[in-house]
């Protein structure tokens, strides 16, 4: 685990990485990991002096098991509401189910397991909704239909970029996997539209956050 603004923190839970933000009324979760995971969360909690309980909200950014594979249990433990878009709701509740062409990703699936199927509490319908004071959801398709960012007004602009980008070496903006990505041009449009936010930092589901005028990183990389 680490802090990455103060409130803020990124724990990798295998290949993936949570974040929970401390608030004046709780803990709210960014993405709750692999399947069968959850347990690290709480552990990370407990450390922090709180407990699963104090989770009263699950920001998620998209339905791929290794985001959305602790989501619920964590819901029965704390009784949390879960925010999602609602292009990924099907596949976050088990009304349909994700299917993978890629060979590896069939693979993957059968290694990380099927999500259980959890309720969504709020349904984002619009661009720029706030799901909760200092947070907004951001649209950023491509990786998935209902992929979203979310943008929390603390610390100059924290952005929460799910998979609509990857923290790599050196402080640079770079592209998740292409075969984990439903459209690669609806995802290039999404980072750029992320390029015209101002925020001072960033995480991501996977690599490294980067701290700094991270907005101008996002530019870089859009302008590639």
Same mark, same amino acid.
């Given at each position: 685990?680490?802090?990455?603004?103060?409130?803020?923190?990124?724990?990798?839970?295998?290949?993936?990485?949570?974040?929970?933000?401390?608030?004046?009324?709780?803990?709210?979760?960014?993405?709750?990991?692999?399947?069968?995971?959850?347990?690290?969360?709480?552990?990370?909690?407990?450390?922090?002096?709180?407990?699963?309980?104090?989770?009263?909200?699950?920001?998620?950014?998209?339905?791929?098991?290794?985001?959305?594979?602790?989501?619920?249990?964590?819901?029965? $433990?704390?009784?949390?509401?879960?925010?999602?878009?609602?292009?990924?709701?099907?596949? #976050? =509740?088990? +009304?349909?189910?994700?299917?993978?062409?890629?060979?590896? %990703?069939?693979?993957?699936? %059968?290694?990380?397991?099927?999500?259980?199927?959890?309720?969504?509490?709020?349904?984002?319908?619009?661009?720029?909704?706030?799901?909760?004071?200092?947070? =907004?959801?951001?649209?950023?398709?491509?990786?998935? +239909?209902?992929? %979203?960012?979310?943008?929390?007004?603390?610390?100059?602009?924290?952005?929460? +970029?799910?998979?609509?980008?990857?923290?790599? $070496?050196?402080?640079?903006?770079?592209? =998740?996997?292409?075969? #984990?990505?439903?459209?690669?041009?609806?995802?290039? $449009?999404?980072?750029?539209?992320?390029?015209? %936010?101002?925020?001072?930092?960033?995480?991501?589901?996977?690599?490294?956050?980067?701290?700094?005028?991270?907005?101008?990183?996002?530019?870089?990389? +859009?302008?590639?």
């Amino acid at each position: 685990m680490r802090e990455v603004v103060d409130g803020v923190f990124e724990v990798g839970i295998g290949y993936v990485n949570v974040h929970l933000v401390v608030t004046d009324d709780g803990v709210v979760l960014v993405d709750t990991g692999l399947p069968r995971r959850s347990v690290k969360i709480a552990q990370v909690l407990h450390g922090m002096r709180r407990s699963i309980g104090d989770v009263h909200t699950v920001l998620l950014t998209h339905h791929h098991p290794d985001h959305s594979g602790g989501l619920a249990e964590v819901r029965r $433990r704390s009784g949390a509401r879960i925010v999602a878009h609602q292009a990924d709701v099907p596949y #976050v =509740t088990g +009304a349909e189910r994700a299917v993978y062409s890629h060979p590896l %990703l069939k693979f993957s699936s %059968l290694i990380m397991g099927t999500p259980e199927p959890a309720p969504v509490d709020d349904v984002v319908t619009t661009d720029g909704y706030a799901p909760l004071p200092g947070f =907004t959801a951001v649209h950023t398709p491509g990786h998935t +239909a209902g992929h %979203l960012s979310f943008l929390l007004d603390r610390s100059g602009g924290i952005l929460f +970029a799910g998979d609509a980008a990857a923290g790599k $070496r050196g402080g640079r903006v770079g592209s =998740t996997p292409k075969m #984990v990505t439903a459209d690669l041009d609806e995802q290039a $449009r999404s980072v750029a539209k992320l390029a015209g %936010l101002e925020f001072e930092h960033a995480v991501f589901g996977h690599g490294r956050a980067i701290s700094g005028r991270a907005v101008d990183r996002f530019r870089e990389f +859009a302008a590639v």
